[in-house]
């Protein structure tokens, strides 16, 4: 299994970006996606996951208003859409994967991702 994430670099505040996570590999089973980040000197933590039907979707409070999390199940990819981005929302941006009847996206029932991608890093400018 390989998750690959892109679409990261160098943003303005207020401006946007769109994450991609392609995953490989991820047959047989459901999985639940989701990302996270990890900021400097800051432990990783959610930003957002989707259900593997896509009929359902968390997000962090922090990204809750600017954040749209979609995926393309045929195609084994997933995206995050941030609008508005801030100073804050620097960081590395990790996909993650995890089977579905362990995780339904719900991040207060998180218990670990099965996969991670290696991160895109996201900066954003003032």
């Known amino acids: 299994v390989q998750l690959v994430e892109s679409g990261g670099g160098l943003a303005q505040a207020g401006g946007s970006l769109r994450l991609r996570c392609a995953a490989s590999?991820?047959?047989?089973?459901?999985?639940?996606m989701a990302w996270f980040r990890q900021a400097p000197g800051k432990e990783r933590e959610f930003v957002a996951s989707?259900?593997?039907?896509?009929?359902?979707?968390y997000y962090a409070d922090s990204v809750d208003d600017r954040s749209t999390i979609s995926r393309d199940n045929p195609g084994n990819t997933v995206w995050l859409q941030m609008n508005s981005l801030k100073p804050e929302d620097t960081a590395v941006y990790y996909c993650?994967?995890?089977?579905?009847?362990?995780?339904?996206?719900?991040?207060?029932?998180?218990?670990?991702?099965?996969?991670w991608g290696k991160g895109t890093l996201v900066t954003v400018s003032s």
């Open positions: 993650a994967a995890a089977a579905s009847e362990v995780w339904s996206g719900a991040p207060w029932a998180y218990h670990g991702a099965d996969y």
């Open positions: 590999g991820l047959t047989s089973r459901t999985y639940t």
């Open positions: 989707i259900s593997w039907s896509g009929g359902a979707t």
